[in-house]
């Protein structure tokens, strides 16, 4: 197993019992500046103890603690002196096994509810007596364990927190790592402080360690990194540059299926600020060829894939010989969706174009520990430009899923010429940043229509917009009528052969993102 930031920084561990809030937990805790990192509910009491974690969340889970199979913790856990705070199923077990009482209400307490807060407790001072909480729960505490003291309450929880400070236990019902719990931050932060938590976790420390141990792994050996043109390839090389300069080989496989203007920028962010060497293939003409006539998205994800593999192939055995490291942008949810044991297990979809089953490299990846935000700083602070720190999120085969049916030069063309005045308008009115992703979409059909008096039988234009946290789900973006207005005025004067521009107003599920 890889080891952990976690060596290096003072370590809180989130027990991940099955909620999609663990991973949020998680990155609230790292915003206040300390290491957190997921562990699966399995994980040996021992083992939990060995990583000398200066505090232990329990997060939520949809189960109740009278299910038969409901998933529990060694008990020692809470006697062996670590700092721990339960959150909903989380605070339900903890009083469950130090003596307190679980009751299955019957009914069940969903969202914004008004709490009563004691104000001088550890957990909750400082805080309003009375304020507003994220709540998401059936079983209840009913009866605190013995030794605690009861510090919250709400119309349906006469136990939504409680506190032991002399054994540094804590627990709350509700959660306050949502932001519909405005004041969740600050509970957080409370226990870190109980904790004695090193608020040591920035952007910059984060720099040096990964620097360090790049070195340390790759020691005098050389490396090849794949660019993808996004902020994860880019960031993951920007720190190997830093580790180990001129040692590292970097090959961007400019496939012909990107946006306007994007192997420019990659090429941008190196020049000058990279020891390391980087070698641009042009291969548009191999990927197009790659794609004649296909029209089925599979297969043109799979030629694609495995050309990229190819492509990438050749230049490494040509630019880096002998390298003996793979650097890759793996992110942090990347490996918790691959579970939570940290049993480095890589998803071909995650590596950039499918790399590297293949190839005899041994992996260096510096981001394994981080998530999307802590990247896109460490990649300013790197001094990364602006658009490719905030780039938004591109898949890996690129506007070949986009150009819905075959994908031609001139196709493509027309497309990127659309999707630039979408990006355009949208950071025009200052969304960029708001919108998960925004891009435009040609359609395999035509449409009539009617320009300076004349008929026309030209492209329809898609334009989809979406807000999302995780790309798991999605809304169609809500923007305004003007700026929509704006794109398809533009779109319609400024790319010849289109005559009608569509916005896309489904949300995912049940669409995906990607129109293919
Ligand atoms: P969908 O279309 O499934 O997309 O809702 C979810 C997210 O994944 C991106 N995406 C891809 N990324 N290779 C990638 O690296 C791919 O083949 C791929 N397909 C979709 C998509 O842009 C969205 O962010």
Redesign the pocket.
Known sequence: MATTAGEHFDTVLVVDFGAQYAQVIARRVRECNVYSEIVPHSIPVEEVLARRPVGVILSGGPKSVHEQGAPGIDPRLLHAGVPVLGICYGQQLMAGLLGGEVARTGGSEFGRTGLRATTDSVLLGGQPGAQTVWMSHNDAVVAAPPGFRVVGATDASPVAAFEDPDRSLFGVQYHPEVSHTPRGREVIQAFLAHAGARPEWTAHSVIGTAVERIRARVGDATAVCGLSGGVDSAVAAALVNEAIGDRLTCVFVDHGLLRAGEAEQVEEAFGGHFESKLVTVRAAERFLDALAGVTDPEVK?KRIGSEFIRTFEDAAREHAPGASFLVQGTLYPDVIESGTGGAAVIKS??NVGGLPETMDFALVEPLRWLFKDEVREIGRQLGLPEAMVWRQ?????GLA?RVIGEVTAQRLSLLRAADLVVRDELRRAGLERDI??AFAVLPAIHSVGVQGDARTYGHPVIVRAVT?ED?MT?DFARIDWAVLERIATRVINEVPGVNRVAYDITS?PP????WE
């Open positions: 994800r979809h995650h999120p591109f898949p890996g085969p899923v998960w992703q999302s790309a999605a995912k669409g995906t993102i990607e």
